[in-house]
């Protein structure tokens, strides 16, 4: 039968006007030739890899935060792990965390103690 759009779990091959299917079972919505999640089945959450790859995810990557319950969002630049796209919790080496910040130095009056400025 015809339909106006494929149904979730299937992408359109305009080809020949079918509907083929995602390759991972996770994808609501995927793009030809089906191994490109667009979107996720809840609960799982889009995550674009550094290779640029679209997957569907239990759980966000290192790096990475949830946003809106719905997809993963690279954290900040220097960031290893963070909340949000503006507060860090950890910071790749060697910079150091302070406020919530990934910063080169610590400022004056801290002290860097395991990557994380301490105020003296």
Same mark, same amino acid.
């Given at each position: ?35 490109? /999640? &667009? #979107? $996720?089945?809840? !609960?799982?959450? +889009? ?10 995810? %239990? ?28 507060? /860090? &919790? #950890? $910071?790749?080496? !060697?910079?150091? +965390? ?10 004056? %009056? ?11």
């Amino acid at each position: 039968r015809c339909l106006p759009s494929c149904p979730a779990g299937f992408f359109a091959l305009p080809s020949s006007r079918t509907c083929g299917e995602c390759v991972n079972n996770h994808c609501e919505t995927c793009e030809y030739p089906g191994t490109a /999640c &667009t #979107s $996720c089945k809840s !609960p799982f959450l +889009l995550e674009v890899d550094l290779k640029g790859v679209q997957q569907c995810v %239990s759980v966000c990557s290192s790096g990475f935060f949830s946003q809106n319950g719905r997809s993963c969002t690279r954290c900040p630049a220097g960031c290893l792990s963070c909340t949000d796209s503006s507060h /860090c &919790t #950890s $910071c790749t080496q !060697p910079q150091y +965390l302070h406020q919530g910040s990934c910063v080169d130095h610590c400022p004056l %009056s801290f002290l860097a103690v395991h990557g994380v400025c301490h105020q003296l």
